[in-house]
């Protein structure tokens, strides 16, 4: 399936871009705290996407873990590969470049992020270091998880790390199975704050749009 | 919602088999029609449903966040797709797959699909299904198509129609069934799809196999259509027979019925034509207006098994000889062979526990409650067990990568929820077991009290009252704790859960069954679970559980650990569950768990459900959509017009006069023929049949006529097929589209005229 459709993946617009933002000490998180808080999101519908129900899924192995399905996104406390972290999981179509697209989701999960991290309910044990990103493209016809798709992602996706980075060295990892989702893990030198990251972006934002 | 939705049809043309293909592409026609307004939502949930696309909770546009009610303004606005269902809401994908047979690609295309239009997880039903939850409409006949693309098909898997047909997952490597029933159910459900004979019941129809009488893995009692394979020595010749006991009427529901022998003795050539002449008496006398009582089950308790008989032998001595009755079962009978990857390896139990380092308790727990001998020496099944019939997309890849390297990806899906991996030598169980393990899959205890079984319920069902999900994962963490009875008599009870009383969960025929209920206690609605004891899961659903008290949710747990602790003190030696509870009697099974009926003084979490922090409601019900509403062949033969006739436009817009113009013909060949089927249902695709016919049934006797025009537009018709096979232009196939039309409306307003007669 993946051979015959490798042409796509030339000049790729990426779309269903998805990032997880990995946990410190993520066997300090209080699970069912996180259910109760994700069911508050709803309550108050405090993202920009419209917040619809909450899933369950601790009972299976290194599952989805805990999912706030959303319309146009899904926000999860998500343990895929026993790594435990918020996913931001774009679903509806995004609109601008590539860079940008990249910067709205990981926009979205640090600002999550930062709420979880914030929240009482939590008692401080929810915490991002920041350092360790992952990034996937949730659609094999956009993205097969093959050579031609990485070299093609690869430019793209330095340049917006620079963005989000700035000077900080750091290394990517692509996901070798052709069967999973084109994937990248992102390490960064040293510890981020999730303001100092979402700082980054607005001002790689400001100036992409010429504001000095 | 995909932005690659489109892509899928041109990269997969040519890969999938073309009947599926075509249906799709109906069912993308049919969505873009409903979202021009030019299907009406009634047919558009039927066809949806028939597609096994299925509505969730909260598909209304509202859902209670615990404080207050939220409206969910989608971005669809009000664009329905069912009654009080909107478009962007997320609904459930079911997806058939016909006993439970799967292969290793089929597994990774389910991965795939569960990753990028679901949320991850795959659900086997019990019915040996696979759903995916939050799925978009949309997104839907893409999906299909990657299914397509695997052999595998969504078509009536929900709706009025033949649901799944259900097979044991162990026929052909079964120590004691009569013969393998594989290659029966495979031909029988290939007869069944999409068979006219099967598109105007009632409610839906489900059929299932069994290969002995004693097991439990085909549950043949609890089905429409049971079939239990038989060997008899025929008297004259002396020879051995393979045939089948059938039974008919089953169903669980509120009130469950065990199936009726309907023929003792069904010989494989019988088997397909039987099932015709059931689906047309089905059809021809079930309810349609109550679908209450709609299923086959009510057909035979009004009228009498003896009756039904009588009724089916009629209709079978005038059905029109079909080669399929036999090619089907012959094919069936080559194409569903199996053989083992490795050679069979006969290996002691300490062998195998000392090649596991620092497994062995958990594997030899393993050994005994997941593997089971084949009647092949040296090979054994295992089940895989998933906690409550999930498993994750990368599951399902290592899953796909285990059945390749230690079977011939002979793999197939439970009535428990479970998977079960056949041909395994049992030399690699070792192997294979950390293979599973390394995965998370390698937990013991299939088949026992640990593995619940429920259903979606208030998770995402619509119908749910209370969270059988939810229940099943604390009863789950509860019997697994080691302060739990490790008695073994208690460790092989089964345990099920639906989120209501229509007993998706079977509770019905476990042994401690519960179905949601709520109750009012001073003044709030508490999630409850009706307690159902005693029910018989072995002899393919044998006997029914008794229903005994509602207890509130968050004590159910108590309710487990009261009833273990009183069967394990009182049983007599050898006594079964069921027994027990027959002796001990509803009256003191009721006294001994009286107490735990009523919440604690002030205790606030029973009002809330298991896993679930919201204050409890019962205002997220919705309406069932198990079936949708009857629709008739007429409406949906007329619907089917009105599509052909949009394809044709398409065309014309795309230069392509030609097909424009055929397309129209046959527009009109479509309504004309729905009209005749009202009365000959057995009218065929012959166009001067279909012609001759009309004009006989519609025509002459002016039932099609106008009142103003007269048969101006059944004139349409008859020139369009006089003038069949010529070459139509630009100009004279709009004409003819545009008489295509005229001829469609009328016929939708000879179809009001016929009224009554139409739906009965």
């Known amino acids: 399936m993946m ?157 917006f790390l620079g963005s989000l980075f700035g000077e900080l060295p750091y290394s990517i990892n692509f996901e070798p199975d052709a069967r999973r989702l084109c994937a990248v893990s992102i390490k960064a030198s040293q510890p981020l704050t999730l303001s100092s990251l979402l700082a980054n972006l607005e001002a790689s934002k400001r100036t992409s749009h010429g504001i000095a | 919602m995909k932005v690659s939705n489109p892509l899928w049809k041109e990269k997969l043309a040519g890969k999938m088999p073309e009947h599926l293909a075509r249906e799709i592409d109906i069912f993308e026609t049919e969505i873009t029609l409903r979202k021009q307004g030019k299907l009406e939502e009634k047919l558009f949930a039927e066809t949806r449903l028939r597609r096994g696309a299925y509505g969730q909770r909260y598909d209304n546009g509202q859902r209670s966040d615990g404080q207050k009610v939220q409206k969910l303004n989608f971005p669809s606005g009000d664009l329905t797709k069912g009654l009080n269902t909107l478009w962007d809401a997320p609904g459930m994908q079911r997806i058939k797959i016909p006993g439970g047979g799967l292969n290793a690609e089929q597994l990774e295309v389910m991965a795939e699909l569960a990753e990028e239009y679901s949320d991850g997880i795959a659900h086997v039903t019990t019915r040996q299904d696979f759903q995916l939850h939050y799925v978009h409409i949309d997104d839907t006949p893409a999906l299909m198509r990657r299914l397509a693309a695997a052999n595998i098909t969504t078509r009536e898997a929900c709706g009025n129609s033949v649901r799944n047909v259900t097979a044991c997952p162990y026929a052909g490597v079964c120590t004691d069934e009569a013969f393998d029933v594989t290659p029966y159910s495979q031909a029988l459900a290939k007869f069944l ?271 749910g009252i209370s969270s059988s999900r939810g229940l099943a994962a604390e009863l789950r963490k509860r019997v697994s704790e080691k302060s739990f009875t490790s008695d073994q008599a208690v460790q092989n009870l089964h345990i099920k859960i639906s989120g209501c009383f229509n007993s998706c969960g079977q509770h019905h025929v476990a042994d401690l069954g519960f179905y949601g209920v709520s109750r009012k206690i001073a003044g709030y609605a508490v999630p409850h679970f009706q307690v159902v004891l005693g029910g018989q899961w072995e002899r393919n659903a044998g006997s029914y559980g008794l229903p ?141 049949q279909i012609v001759n016919e009309f004009h006989a049934r519609y025509y002459d006797t002016q039932l099609f006529f106008d009142p103003f025009a007269g048969g101006k537009f059944a004139n349409y018709l008859f020139d369009a097929h006089r003038k069949a096979g010529q070459s139509y232009t630009s100009e004279s196939s709009r004409y003819l589209m545009d008489e295509a039309q005229l001829f469609i409306d009328a016929a939708y307003s000879c179809s009001n005229r016929l009224g009554t007669l139409v739906t009965a």
Not at chain 1, 93 to 102: A, C, K, P, V, Y
Not at chain 2, 218 to 234: E, M, S, V
Not at chain 2, 430 to 444: I, S, T
């Open chain 2, 548 to 688: 005994v008290v509602a207890v509130p949710s968050k004590n159910i747990p108590k309710v487990v650990s009261r009833l273990a602790e009183r069967y394990v003190a009182d049983r007599k030696t050898g006594e079964i569950f069921k027994d027990f509870v027959v002796r001990t009697g509803k009256a003191q099974l009721k006294a001994l768990l009286e107490d735990l009926t009523k919440p604690p003084a002030g205790d606030r979490s029973f009002f809330s459900d298991w896993g679930d922090p919201r204050e409890y409601t019962l205002g997220d019900m919705g309406e069932g959509e198990c079936a949708g509403e009857v629709v008739s062949p007429l409406d949906f033969g007329l619907a089917a017009a009105e599509r052909e006739l949009f394809e044709a436009q398409l065309a014309h817009e795309r230069g392509e006069p030609q097909r424009a113009g055929g397309g129209a013909y046959r527009a009109m060949l479509t309504a004309a023929k729905a009209l005749v089927q009202v009365e000959h249902s057995d009218i065929g695709n012959d166009p001067d």
């Open chain 1, 3 to 159: 051979q015959g459709i490798l042409e796509e993946a030339i000049g790729l617009e990426l779309q269903h871009i998805n990032a997880k933002l990995l946990l410190e000490n993520p066997e300090q998180l209080d699970l069912d705290a996180v259910v109760n808080v994700f069911h508050s999101w709803i309550q108050d519908q405090v993202c920009e996407e419209l917040l619809l129900d909450v899933a369950d899924y601790r009972h299976v192995h290194q599952g989805p873990g805990i999912i706030l399905i959303g319309h146009e996104a899904d926000y999860s406390i998500d343990n895929a590969d026993g790594l435990l972290g918020l996913r931001y999981n774009r679903k509806a179509r995004l609109e601008g470049s590539n860079h940008d697209r990249l910067a709205h989701v990981i926009r979205a999960a640090l600002i999550a992020a930062e709420r979880l991290q914030a929240d009482t309910r939590l008692n401080g044990k929810c915490n991002f270091n920041g350092q360790d990103i992952q990034i996937f493209i949730n659609d094999r016809v956009i993205a097969p998880n093959v050579a031609e798709t990485r070299q093609v992602v690869e430019p793209e996706l330095r340049t």
């Open chain 2, 193 to 463: 799809l999409g068979h006219p004979d099967c598109q105007n019941f009632g409610r839906k129809f489900k059929p299932a196999f069994s290969g002995c009488a004693q097991h439990a893995c085909g549950l043949t009692g609890l089905h429409d259509l049971g079939l239990i394979a038989k060997k008899r020595t025929n008297e004259a010749t002396g020879r051995e027979e393979l045939g089948f006991e059938m039974y008919v009427g089953g169903g669980l529901g509120a009130v469950p019925y065990q199936a009726k022998l309907f023929d003792e003795f069904v010989p494989p050539e019988e088997l397909l034509p039987l099932a015709q002449a059931i689906a047309r008496v089905f059809a021809r006398h079930g309810e349609k207006k109550n679908r209450n009582r709609a299923r086959i089950k009510f057909l035979i308790q009004d009228i009498g098994i003896e009756k039904f008989r009588e009724l089916v032998r009629e209709e079978r001595k005038i059905l029109p000889f079909d080669p399929r009755w036999t090619e089907y079962i012959a094919e069936a009978q080559t194409q569903f062979t199996e053989a083992p990857l490795k050679p069979a390896v006969d290996v002691t139990e300490l062998v195998l526990i000392s090649g596991l380092n620092g497994h062995g308790p958990e594997f030899q727990k393993w050994l005994q409650s997941n593997t089971r001998p084949q009647r092949q020496p040296g090979f054994v099944t295992v089940t895989v067990a998933l906690p409550l019939g999930d498993i994750t997309a990368n599951q399902l890849r290592s899953l796909a990568d285990i059945a390749r390297r230690f079977t011939r990806e002979t793999v197939r899906t439970t009535v428990e929820q479970n998977i079960v991996l056949r041909w395994v030598s049992k030399g690699d169980l070792a192997e294979l077991y950390k293979a599973l393990h390394a995965v998370g899959l390698g937990d013991a205890g299939a088949g026992a009290l640990v593995d619940i079984t429920s259903c979606p319920g208030t998770d995402t069902c619509k119908l």
